[in-house]
């Protein structure tokens, strides 16, 4: 099966690349700097000649409300030309919980990307993940200072981002669901539970301050950031995987 994966180049679309070309697929990787523009459309018709499936992991430059435009632009771009090029599935990856936060611009956003996904002319699956293990040290560094970091109890559910790429490669090998399929890791921690965890195995000794009022995750109720009960759980525990991130 040929799929082109869109943002082919970051932290999860470099992992699905290889994942699916050593499933045997053939495979696009795209983005800027193999000639893509998404705001323009620019390369988009070169990049789904051919493609049976098109993986969207690209992201929005900011997490303010531009992002809004920004996939309201691609994701009309990217809808438009796979219809042109006979596409018959369009993947996107997105969040768990995204429609339940409307105080995130960067989380409306992405339901805006969802409504159109859906609203477009393709068969089409979304996956909605977890905070990645990957994400905990920006998301320290967001309210910290160098004598304390301040974090909210919100409860998360994170996951390794090869999980997230492995759930994608499955999904972007089937046929559409024309649904959601929520991915979550296996364990929940509040997020200023996890600050301590993280900065106690970096040997990090200042005092993670549980603020309700700090960062973006702040405006994340309840429990909204963690997976349903129809979710599939990845194995990899935090611990586990923080521990390896430390020993390499």
Same mark, same amino acid.
């Given at each position: 099966?040929?799929?082109?994966?869109?943002?082919?180049?970051?932290?999860?679309?470099?992992?699905?690349?290889?994942?699916?070309?050593?499933?045997?697929?053939?495979?696009?990787?795209?983005?800027? !700097?193999?000639?893509?523009?998404?705001?323009?459309?620019?390369?988009? $018709?070169? %990049?789904?000649?051919? %493609?049976?499936?098109?993986? #969207?992991? !690209?992201?929005? *430059?900011?997490? $303010?409300?531009?992002?809004?435009?920004?996939?309201?632009?691609?994701?009309? #771009?990217?809808?438009?030309?796979?219809?042109?090029?006979?596409?018959?599935?369009?993947?996107?990856?997105?969040?768990?919980?995204?429609?339940?936060?409307?105080?995130?611009?960067?989380?409306?956003?992405?339901?805006?990307?969802?409504?159109?996904?859906?609203?477009?002319?393709?068969?089409? +699956?979304?996956?909605?993940?977890?905070?990645?293990?990957?994400?905990?040290?920006?998301?320290?560094?967001?309210?910290?200072?160098?004598?304390?970091?301040?974090?909210?109890?919100?409860?998360?559910?994170?996951?390794?981002?090869?999980?997230?790429?492995?759930?994608?490669? $499955?999904?972007?090998?089937?046929? *559409?669901?024309?649904?959601?399929?929520?991915?979550?890791?296996?364990?929940?921690?509040?997020?200023?539970?996890?600050?301590?965890?993280?900065?106690?195995?970096?040997?990090?000794?200042?005092?993670?301050?549980? $603020?309700?009022?700090?960062?973006?995750?702040?405006?994340? *109720?309840?429990?909204?950031?963690?997976?349903?009960?129809?979710?599939?759980?990845?194995?990899?525990?935090?611990?586990?995987?923080?521990?390896? +991130?430390?020993?390499?």
């Amino acid at each position: 099966m040929k799929i082109t994966v869109i943002g082919g180049t970051g932290l999860i679309g470099s992992q699905l690349v290889t994942k699916l070309r050593d499933a045997g697929h053939e495979v696009v990787a795209a983005s800027l !700097s193999s000639g893509l523009d998404l705001l323009t459309g620019a390369g988009l $018709d070169e %990049a789904l000649d051919g %493609a049976h499936t098109v993986v #969207n992991v !690209s992201n929005s *430059p900011t997490f $303010d409300e531009r992002s809004l435009a920004f996939f309201r632009t691609t994701v009309g #771009n990217l809808l438009g030309a796979g219809e042109r090029a006979g596409v018959r599935h369009q993947v996107a990856l997105s969040i768990v919980g995204v429609d339940q936060v409307p105080g995130l611009d960067y989380y409306r956003a992405k339901v805006l990307q969802e409504d159109l996904l859906r609203g477009g002319p393709t068969p089409y +699956s979304i996956v909605r993940a977890t905070q990645f293990f990957e994400f905990m040290d920006a998301v320290i560094s967001m309210t910290a200072d160098d004598k304390a970091v301040r974090l909210p109890a919100t409860p998360v559910q994170p996951i390794a981002s090869a999980e997230v790429v492995a759930a994608l490669a $499955d999904v972007a090998a089937a046929p *559409p669901l024309n649904g959601i399929l929520e991915v979550a890791g296996p364990d929940t921690f509040t997020l200023d539970e996890l600050g301590r965890l993280t900065l106690a195995a970096r040997k990090d000794e200042r005092p993670v301050i549980t $603020d309700a009022g700090a960062g973006m995750f702040a405006a994340a *109720p309840g429990t909204v950031l963690t997976a349903g009960p129809d979710a599939r759980l990845a194995p990899t525990h935090y611990e586990e995987w923080l521990a390896a +991130s430390l020993d390499g």
